[in-house]
């Protein structure tokens, strides 16, 4: 409740943001509610940041986004909800599409939660060597799995390896509307160095604006949350989506 103000503020930051926002031209910027009817064109994204692009927001604000690739998983996504869940965390997850096809549940729960989605590709493929047609079918397939379980459009993507070109960036950015989020500090959680490891690169790296990249594919990334959750907070930091951490862009 300590930051209930500040929430308040972001709000207005927002509603700037968007411009039309307390007028009814407003409302076609609102995610649906209800999951498309199949055929029909899914809503593109209200467009999130200034940029093409980011590895961390430029703001002195003491927050942080934390980051989860790859899933959901069957049995490590929903223990990392309930970890969040109970540290009162909220978070930003890149789903691929197989995934999000396979676990509708997990997506819903996702959402529920107060957490956010974001477009990881259908099958996590090197969107550097692909033609514009070929990433253009990779997001569009995510984008509608990710609406067809949640009825809620991705606002951000991040490539698979972070494998991305400008031009790539660029297109993608004013046709789906979607900045391509990067991230500033990489623990390398993939190489499973230990959750300890995981922890200590994840605290050392985090500071404002930061952006965050963990696997919650990894059992060991999800056994490193609750120590890396309490010992950011230790350092003066909170936690934010990547929309929210967007918002916070100071130019
Ligand atoms: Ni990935």
């Known amino acids: 409740m300590k930051i209930a103000s500040f929430h308040l503020a972001l709000l207005v930051v927002v509603a700037g943001l968007t411009g039309t926002s307390c007028s009814t031209t407003g409302k076609k910027n609102q995610p649906s509610p209800q999951a498309a009817p199949t055929g029909a064109p899914v809503p593109l994204p209200t467009s999130a940041g200034t940029q093409d692009s980011y590895s961390r927001v430029a703001t002195s604000l003491p927050y942080v986004a934390l980051t989860f690739d790859d899933g959901p998983h069957p049995t490590y996504t929903p223990r990392l909800l309930d970890i969040l869940k109970a540290k009162n965390v909220k978070a930003t997850f890149y789903v691929v599409g197989t995934n999000a096809r396979r676990y509708p549940e997990i997506m819903r729960r996702i959402i529920a939660e ?6 990881h590709t259908v099958n996590h493929p090197n969107l550097s060597k692909m033609s514009d047609d070929g990433v253009r079918k990779e997001l569009r397939g995510t984008h509608e799995a990710i609406v067809a379980a949640t009825g809620m459009p991705p606002r951000t993507m991040r490539p698979p390896y972070g494998a991305i070109t400008a031009t790539q960036k660029s297109w993608i950015r004013k046709e789906f509307g979607y900045p391509t989020i990067l991230w500033s500090v990489d623990p390398e959680d993939w190489k499973k160095p230990g959750s300890t490891a995981v922890t ?32 950011i907070k230790a350092k003066g930091l909170q936690f934010a989506t990547v929309t929210q951490l967007l918002a916070m862009e100071q130019r």
């Open 200 to 231: 200590s690169r994840l605290v050392s790296g985090a500071a404002p604006g930061g952006i965050l990249l963990v696997h919650d594919i990894h059992g060991g990334s999800i056994d490193a949350m609750p120590a890396t959750i309490d010992q």
């Open 114 to 119: 107060g957490h956010e989605i974001g477009n």
